[in-house]
């Protein structure tokens, strides 16, 4: 993990499944004995005892709106959100702010409530959330980016792109690999590829990407690391590309 993430170098890295907190500073010193110091830390412990959300960034974080708890009811029964939201504006160069949601909705495990039903209803919760965001301030440039859990035609990611139109939608930003290919997951059991990661930005942030940098790491050592594959994007903020 640590060799692959030094040789893309982020500015700001979005981590959607670490343990504890001794292993996120385990791996915040790893990577500055590479080089690569990103000394700001967000993390998110939600109801889920081993999997846990986190940001490491080397610009500010500005604020911190995370939620840990996220409550709802499903079949008469109460209910949280497993990994919480990631919620932080970070302030990169040039005084710009870039809002920053992370998640990680159900796998596709399964469960007795059934889980494309838990995955649903924990979208929708983002979505309540991301609009929330965007009525309070439509010129937040905002990114929401994560592990889904499912592929760009299921309704799960209908609901978070929200309807075009109305100002509060988000815009899918597809990446690639070195081979134009657009996998972002190997399930070895079902020996399947897929497309489950994303990097999703609103109307306001859209203009500041950096035409086609968005890309997928291809190596012959990603599969030691991970069976997800790494994803990224610049922004052209101020005079910089990050």
């Known amino acids: 993990i640590v060799q692959i993430l030094s040789e893309i170098r982020p500015d700001i890295l979005g981590v ?96 007795p409530e059934g889980e494309a039903l838990v995955r649903r209803m924990e979208a929708q919760l983002l979505r309540r959330h991301v609009d929330s965001i965007l009525e309070g301030d439509p010129k937040t440039k905002l990114m929401v980016y994560g592990d889904l859990n499912d592929t760009r035609e299921q309704p799960t990611l209908r609901q978070i792109l929200g309807e075009k139109g109305g100002g509060l939608d988000l815009v899918d930003i597809p990446a690639e690999d070195v081979s134009g290919d657009r996998w972002t997951h190997y399930w070895r059991a079902a020996d399947l590829y897929s497309r489950i990661d994303y990097l999703l930005v609103n109307r306001a942030l859209s203009p500041l990407v950096v035409r086609g940098s968005a890309r997928i790491w ?25």
């Not at 010193?29 to 081993?50: A, C, F, H, I």
């Not at 490491?56 to 709106?65: D, E, Y």
């Open 16 to 111: 959607c499944e670490v343990g504890g907190r001794d292993a996120l500073e385990d791996l915040r010193v790893r990577l500055k004995g590479q080089g690569l110091d990103l000394g700001e830390v967000e993390m998110v412990s939600g109801p889920d005892p081993d999997r846990h959300l986190a940001l490491l960034s080397r610009f500010p974080i500005h604020l911190r709106r995370s939620l840990d708890r996220v409550a709802y009811e499903l079949n008469g029964l109460p209910q949280l959100v497993r990994r919480g939201f990631l919620d932080v504006t970070v302030r990169v160069g040039g005084g710009d702010d870039l809002r920053l949601v992370g998640v990680h909705l159900k796998s596709k495990r399964p469960i």
């Open 218 to 242: 291809r190596s012959a050592s990603w599969r030691d690391a991970s069976d997800h594959r790494p994803l990224w994007v610049n922004f052209r903020v101020g005079d910089e590309a990050h």
